[in-house]
């Protein structure tokens, strides 16, 4: 499937077709599916929303949203998956992804941390949390402003956006 016929954003330089390619030949899910492809694009969007208003790392927001689901082995209940996140991209992304060493690290923290419901000091974590949760109405459960870390992704206008997203 073609990334760009899927995006209705501008399409980064960071997220080529040759990562998608990768990305989805390791995928074992549904690529269109809950946890998928699809998905991704709205995290992806949601991140970039809010890293344009906090200053978030908009690099590691972006690689986030293609990367923090991509060891799921169940749409379900699957808490390891974040852990399994982190060692993927540090086994087979390193040479794939234009992140220095600490932006790494930080991407890391992000997907390993992003299903516990907690909030991060880091502005770049907390940012990457949020647009994930954000999409939430896709599986039926609306976005909590006291479960959102950022001042932005708590904002309700950012939350109607995003739902309008989730479920179109």
């Known amino acids: 499937q073609d990334f760009t016929t899927n995006n ?6 960071l997220i080529t077709q040759d990562l998608l390619d990768f990305l989805k030949t390791h995928y074992q899910l549904n690529w269109l599916g809950l ?9 992806r969007e949601n991140g970039l929303r809010l890293a344009s208003l906090n200053g978030a790392n908009q690099k590691v927001v972006e690689y986030f949203a293609f990367t923090h689901d991509i060891q799921r082995r169940s ?5 390891n998956h974040g852990p ?6 540090r086994e087979h992304l390193i ?16 997907t390993t941390g992003h299903t516990h419901g907690k909030c991060h000091e880091d502005i770049t974590v907390s940012t990457c949390w949020d647009s994930d949760r954000l999409d939430l109405m896709r599986a039926g459960i ?4 006291k479960r959102l870390c950022t001042t932005q992704g708590r904002d309700p206008q950012m939350i109607e956006w995003a739902i309008q997203r989730s479920v179109d």
């Open 84 to 89: 399994r996140a982190c060692k993927f991209i």
């Open 35 to 43: 946890h998928g492809f699809q998905h991704w694009v709205r995290v």
């Open 142 to 145: 609306r976005p909590h402003p």
């Open 8 to 13: 209705p954003m501008d399409i980064s330089p």
């Open 75 to 79: 749409d379900g209940w699957d808490p």
């Open 95 to 110: 040479g794939r992804l234009d992140l220095t060493a600490p932006e790494i690290d930080l991407l890391c923290i992000a």
